[in-house]
Nanobody, 125 residues
Framework: QLQASGGGLVQAGGSLRLSCAAS????????MGWFRQGLGKEREFVAA????????KYADSVKGRFTISRDNANNTVHLQMNSLKSDDTAVYYC????????????????????WGQGTEVTVSS
């Protein structure tokens, strides 16, 4: 089970830190990802963190502004979002997948079989 939190209202240029708490199996066993869905838009990949090697992958739109990290001791994954823009306004979902995947698979929604409930981020301009 995944529980996302940390969303809210922030001004453009500001920062937010999202958290995803995993229960049940250890999050260290899973590929962890963040996706987002803006109003009237399709859900899109934001960032992912692999459980082997601990490498991170980002969508081009957030590269250099967002950082995904994993806290295995607390079974939590974070998404630090800096320099937020109005285009970042969306509901953010954390997701998990058990197993190892290619880079191409890492950014695909269908790879992930566990999803959190979403946390809303609103960036005012």
């Amino acid at each position: 089970q995944l529980q996302a939190s940390g969303g809210g209202l922030v001004q453009a240029g500001g920062s937010l830190r999202l958290s995803c708490a995993a229960s049940g199996r250890s999050a260290s066993m899973f590929l962890m990802g963040w996706f987002r869905q803006g109003l009237g838009k399709e859900r899109e990949f934001v960032a992912a963190h692999t459980q082997i090697g601990g490498s991170a992958k980002y969508a081009d739109s957030v590269k250099g502004r967002f950082t995904i990290s994993r806290d295995n001791a607390n079974n939590t994954v974070h998404l630090q979002m800096n320099s937020l823009k109005s285009d970042d306004t969306a509901v953010y979902y954390c997701a998990a997948a058990y197993g190892t995947y290619s880079d191409a698979q890492t950014i695909q929604l269908r790879t992930y079989n566990y999803w959190g409930q979403g946390t809303e981020v609103t960036v005012s301009s």
